[in-house]
């Protein structure tokens, strides 16, 4: 049963959960989220692969996983998203910026991506995202400690401040080796993008293949000291 609980409270609960539940499997992480939070609590899913949404789908069926179409996704991430919706057992909501690109465009002017991209990400991404999480208590992420040294220190579970919720990393302890191999076993869809070069699979014109050498998140925003898109700051 949800129940409605003060800042603090939850505050307090998110920290000590992260304490008791990081050496805990993604699995039983997912199912204390669920039990504690029931239809308060979300997945996001940018559509790099559905495996989060999968392991999420194994204990709560149906549950609700939240896309960001940002009106600048490579037509891979939208084809993965419609297939998620059409095979798995969740329910895929798409949430899209108050503006289209073309609005956008006059308004700020073209290419605000180039110009601008901590405010393109805030329009298209971060408001967006705090509007569509309203009416949950708690949101899961993919979020992994390997994949950059911005996120090497991502608790299982903690206290997303910006947004007054529990943010859960199911996976934070993963290696990309052990979502390849959770990916195969189970039949995840995965992004097609992520076979062609591209480690992170973010916005078409901020996102490049990786090169030899580089770790998973310098694709993205490549050359304009960017890592983050400010969803989890």
């Not at 997945?43 to 609700?64: F, Y």
């Not at 993963?174 to 995965?190: I, P």
Request: glycine letters at 8%; one cysteine or more.
């Amino acid at each position: 049963m949800t129940v409605t609980r003060q800042t603090d409270e939850l505050r307090a609960l998110a920290e000590r959960a992260g304490r008791e539940l990081e050496g805990a499997s993604a699995t039983e992480i997912l199912t204390w989220a669920v039990d504690t939070f029931g239809r308060k609590f979300c997945v996001t899913s940018s559509m790099e692969d559905a495996v989060v949404a999968h392991l999420t789908s194994r204990v709560r069926p149906g549950v609700d996983v939240v896309f960001l179409d940002t009106g600048y996704h490579f037509p891979e991430t939208i084809g993965t998203r419609d297939a998620v919706a059409a095979v798995m057992d969740v329910n895929v909501i798409t949430l899209t910026p108050r503006r289209t690109v073309a609005e956008q465009d006059a308004a700020y002017g073209p290419r605000l991506h180039e110009r601008d991209p901590d405010l393109c990400c805030r329009l298209r991404k971060v408001e967006p995202l705090r509007e569509g999480l309203t009416g949950y208590t708690a949101w899961a992420t993919g979020l992994r400690r390997d994949e950059s040294p911005t996120r090497a220190n991502t608790p299982v579970v903690g206290w997303d401040a910006a947004r007054g919720k529990v943010k859960v990393s199911p996976i934070a302890r993963w290696t990309q080796d052990d979502v390849d191999a959770y990916a195969a076993e189970h039949g995840v869809l995965t992004n097609p993008l992520l076979t062609d070069g591209y480690a992170s699979v973010g916005c078409e014109p901020c996102t490049r293949r990786v090169l030899a050498g580089e770790d998973a998140r310098a694709g993205r925003w490549a050359g304009r000291g960017k890592t983050e898109c400010g969803l989890h700051d």
